[in-house]
């Protein structure tokens, strides 16, 4: 299947669920990383049941705290 992964257009085998493309992808910290499919957040707890599909847009986003003082 052909899917796009943070903008970059990629090639995987189907049926794989978003637990294994952030092993696939070796995500930093995945713990800490938000995932969104067609820009539709994916709950942490949902990764290993949450299978990807041909077309699909994945984004790997990490929320930081900060700012000025």
């Known amino acids: 299947m052909k899917i796009t992964v943070a903008g970059e257009k990629k090639e ?3 049926g794989i669920s ?4 952030i092993e696939l992808e070796k995500v930093e910290t995945p713990q ?7 820009e539709e957040f994916v709950d ?3 990764f290993e049941s949450t299978i ?3 077309g699909d847009e994945v984004e790997f986003l990490y929320f ?3 700012g000025s003082i």
């Open 64 to 66: 930081m705290g900060g």
């Open 18 to 21: 978003v637990a294994k493309l």
């Open 52 to 54: 990807i599909k041909d």
């Open 12 to 14: 995987y085998e189907d």
């Open 44 to 46: 942490s707890g949902a």
């Open 32 to 38: 800490y990383v938000t995932v969104s499919i067609n």
